[in-house]
C-alpha cells in the first residue's frame, strides 16, 4: 500500500499522507513517495491548486516515525533530517498555492509541514506543536523559521522553547492557521477555498504567489523590482488578453494558462 496517495480533480491535486495507524508519520520512506508524488506535479500546468492532508480522523501528521528513528545511527539521522527539510521545501516551492487540510495531530514534522504550505485549514479539535526540545533535538526542517516569520521571534520562542500544544483556535487566533471549523466542514472549506483561487488566471496566481514569497524578506525596492518582474511575465499571455474581453463582452473568463 502506497504511503502517499495523489489524486487530481480537474485542476485540483490532493496529497494524502497514507499511514492512518502511525499517526500519518514520516519514515524514509514515506519521505521519499511524498518527494515523488511532489515533483510530478511541480511542473504540470493542469494543477492550480494543491491540498495536502493525512489519512484518518486522528492525525495530519505527528511528524518522524521515533520507532524508525530509534533504529537509525547518526548519519541516517542526518540522511532523514535533511530529507524531510528538502521535501517541505520543494512544497513551498510548488508554483501553485498549497492548502494544509489539518485533520488531527499536527506535531513536529507534521507542524513543520503544514508551515510550509501557503494556507492551513484545521479542525477545531486540532492540536499543534514543535515538541522537538522535549526530545533534546530541535525542529529541523523549517520549524524554527517558518513559525518565526508567521507569528515573529517572540511568540515562536514561546511556543518552541516550551515544546507547547495548541489546539487550532488558539492557532487561528494569534495568525498561524487560516480557519479553524467543524470536522464535517473541513474539506469542504479548504475545496472552497481552492475553487476561488482556481477561478483567478493561473499565471497570474503562480506569479503573485512568487513575487510574495520571494519578496517578504527583503527591502521595499528589492521587492518591488520583485514584483516588476513578476508582473512583466504576465504581459504577453494570452489569459490577460481574455480577461480584458472578458470584462468587455460580460462573461466569466475562460482561463487556459497561456
Known amino acids: 500500500m502506497s504511503k502517499v496517495l495523489l489524486e487530481q480533480n480537474g485542476h485540483l491535486a490532493t496529497i494524502t499522507i497514507n499511514r492512518p495507524d502511525q499517526l500519518n508519520c514520516f519514515d524514509y520512506d514515506t519521505l521519499l513517495q511524498l518527494e515523488e508524488q ?39 539521522v542526518r540522511r532523514n533530517v535533511n530529507k524531510i527539510r528538502d521535501v517541505f521545501a520543494l512544497i513551498e516551492e510548488l508554483p501553485q498555492p498549497t492548502i494544509a487540510v489539518v485533520n488531527g495531530y499536527a506535531l513536529g514534522g507534521g507542524f513543520e509541514l503544514a508551515l510550509a504550505c501557503d494556507f492551513r485549514i484545521a479542525k477545531e479539535t486540532a492540536k499543534l506543536g514543535l515538541p522537538e526540545v522535549s526530545m533534546a533535538i530541535i525542529p529541523g526542517a523549517g520549524g524554527t523559521q517558518r513559525l518565526t516569520q508567521l507569528i515573529g521571534p517572540s511568540k515562536a520562542k514561546e511556543l518552541i522553547l516550551t ?49 510574495i514569497q520571494q519578496g517578504s524578506n527583503v527591502d521595499i525596492h528589492t521587492g518591488m523590482a520583485i514584483e516588476s518582474k513578476a508582473y512583466e511575465v504576465i504581459i504577453p499571455t494570452e489569459d490577460r488578453v481574455e480577461a480584458l474581453e472578458a470584462f468587455r463582452e460580460k462573461r466569466a473568463p475562460n482561463f487556459k494558462g497561456k
Open 38 to 76: 511532489v515533483k510530478s506535479i511541480q511542473l504540470d500546468r493542469e494543477v492550480r491548486a494543491v491540498i495536502i492532508t493525512g489519512a484518518g480522523e486522528k492525525a495530519f501528521s505527528a511528524g518522524a516515525d521515533l520507532k524508525e528513528r530509534r533504529t537509525l545511527g547518526e548519519k541516517e
Open 163 to 211: 515544546a507547547r500544544r495548541i489546539d487550532a483556535l488558539e492557532s487561528e487566533k494569534i495568525g498561524i492557521i487560516n480557519q479553524a471549523v467543524p470536522q464535517e466542514k473541513l474539506m469542504e472549506t479548504a475545496h472552497e477555498l481552492a475553487d476561488e483561487i482556481m477561478q483567478n488566471g493561473p499565471l497570474a496566481v503562480i506569479q503573485a504567489k512568487h513575487a
